[in-house]
């Protein structure tokens, strides 16, 4: 048998077990998952939840821990819980940064997927400035612990070293992936342009402004393009009521689809929407669009700007519905442009294949656990 490693998340699936995130993150998880099989490890995740286990990948179980309230932004509980169950863990990735707060096992790694305190209703959870210096002497000691912290963009690791420059050498930039070959020849609807919400239904990925702009463009340009809202929502009802909104508009929809099924969603889709608010790393879903040859309209948050570079192969916005509509509009009445900016983006998308990925991963991998 070979050597274990723990990984350490807060929710692959909702704390009742019940509902998967299909979310980036979560897919990231998967990939990592199955590269460490690849390379003879075992794997075990533990998350929150109320004692139940699910197998995940063959041979992978998921176990909860019945921790569920965080402290001032950290999860110490959940820590110390996993670090007491784990004990026949020889490895630990603690997925999620904060989570490596207040200890960690002696060969492990942290991952950031983006700075999440950027957003602006941060500063609401932390009210009180006694608050605030304990979640970054906090934040310190989880950066610290783990023998290596892998960033998936470089917003964060700019971020880190001008706050600690004394942890730079624990930084590792991976940036997130797509597999090209799953990404065949884009598929040609010249009666209508098609324009695609990749993401989850929430506030933070821009859903209310991308939701308006639909709202408006659809009117405006009646008969000429149609919108597609993918992603699920945190609960069964707010799924409902966006399968409810959708079904007033013959050119509006909403649905759906498992990660493996996006690649041929995105092939039919024309311009993809990305109009991140806040705590957003390299978006895998920029990336899948990319490799489709969509033309993509995103913002200047977190590492998109890693991956878009304004008027060659995107455009980057403020997140705001108006800016959003703005730029829908010039890509509808501009085709050229938007073949272009399509082109590149495909171009691009090349740098972020996983098996480059997988290169850096498994030198880190080797680097801590080796």
Request: proline share 5%.
């Amino acid at each position: 048998m070979g050597k274990k490693v723990g990984i350490l998340t807060t929710n692959f699936f909702s704390p009742d077990g019940t509902r998967m995130i299909y979310g980036g993150a979560e897919r990231y998880g998967l990939e990592l998952t199955r590269l460490l099989l690849e390379l003879g490890y075992e794997v075990g995740w533990w998350q929150i939840g109320s004692g139940w286990k699910k197998e995940i990948l063959p041979g992978v179980v998921l176990n909860t821990i019945p921790e569920s309230k965080s402290e001032i932004l950290t999860f110490p509980n959940l820590n110390q819980h996993f670090y007491e169950q784990a004990m026949d863990v020889d490895y630990a990735i603690y997925f999620v940064t904060f989570l490596a707060y207040p200890q960690v096992l002696e060969k492990s790694i942290s991952i950031s997927h983006g700075v999440f305190w950027d957003y602006p209703g941060f500063d609401h959870q932390l009210p009180t400035e006694a608050e605030r210096k304990e979640w970054l002497r906090r934040l310190h000691i989880a950066l610290n612990g783990p023998q290596m912290v892998v960033s998936v963009d470089t917003n964060t690791i700019n971020w880190i070293n001008a706050t600690w420059p004394g942890l730079s050498h624990k930084l590792e930039y991976i940036p997130n992936f797509i597999d090209l070959k799953d990404f065949g020849p884009k598929a040609k609807h010249p009666d209508k342009i098609r324009i695609i919400f990749p993401r989850r239904l929430t506030a933070v990925r821009g859903v209310n402004e991308a939701a308006r702009a639909a709202n408006i463009l659809l009117k405006k340009y009646c008969g000429k393009v149609e919108f597609h809202f993918v992603g699920r929502g945190h609960t069964d009802r707010l799924e409902g009521e966006a399968l409810k909104w959708a079904s007033g508009n013959e050119n509006l929809f909403y649905y759906w689809q498992p990660p493996h099924m996006m690649p041929e969603i995105f092939r039919h889709m024309d311009i993809a929407l990305i109009p991140t608010k806040g705590t957003e790393g390299t978006s895998l879903s920029c990336l899948e669009a990319m490799a489709a040859g969509c033309a993509v309209i995103t913002t200047c948050v977190g590492g998109l700007s890693d991956l878009i570079i304004d008027g060659f192969n995107g455009l980057l916005i403020k997140p705001t519905a108006e800016n959003l509509i703005n730029a829908i509009e010039y890509l509808i009445q501009n085709e050229a442009e938007r073949n272009r900016l399509s082109q590149n983006a495909k171009l691009t998308a090349e740098a972020f294949d996983i098996r480059r990925w997988k290169q850096k991963w498994q030198k880190v991998i080797s680097k801590v656990f080796n």
